[in-house]
Nanobody
Framework: QVQLAEFGGGLVQPGGSLKLSCAAS????????MGWYRQAPGKQRELVAT???????KYADSVKGRFTISRDNAKKMVYLQMNSLKPEDTAVYYC?????????WGQGTQVTVSS
């Protein structure tokens, strides 16, 4: 059974930092491209950052220079380090695992940036 479990969300003040983690099980993790997406209230889900099986990364323009995605294949984990957080980063953040013939999502973790 495939499971993606996100954790690390919470309430943080503007300018603060959070690190999200996603633990994967039930997949051959090293073969999957991994990503973080987010969905704010009333908005569509959007890409935040992705990391390929080979370690290549891509970021949304809105988070470049502030967020860093990384992965640990041995631990089957993907991370999102978020710095200089802004109120507009408030959203539910989802972990995604995708291969040629599979696409899996976690349940999401809430990130709220507010003073």
């Amino acid at each position: 059974q495939v499971q993606l479990a996100e954790f690390g969300g919470g309430l943080v003040q503007p300018g603060g930092s959070l690190k999200l983690s996603c633990a994967a099980s039930g997949i051959i993790f090293r073969l999957y491209n991994m990503g973080w997406y987010r969905q704010a209230p009333g908005k569509q889900r959007e890409l935040v950052a992705t990391i390929t099986s080979g370690g290549g990364t891509k970021y949304a323009d809105s988070v470049k220079g502030r967020f860093t995605i990384s992965r640990d294949n041995a631990k089957k984990m993907v991370y999102l380090q978020m710095n200089s957080l802004k109120p507009e980063d408030t959203a539910v953040y989802y972990c995604n695992a995708v291969s040629i013939n599979a696409d899996y999502w976690g349940q999401g973790t809430q990130v709220t940036v507010s003073s």
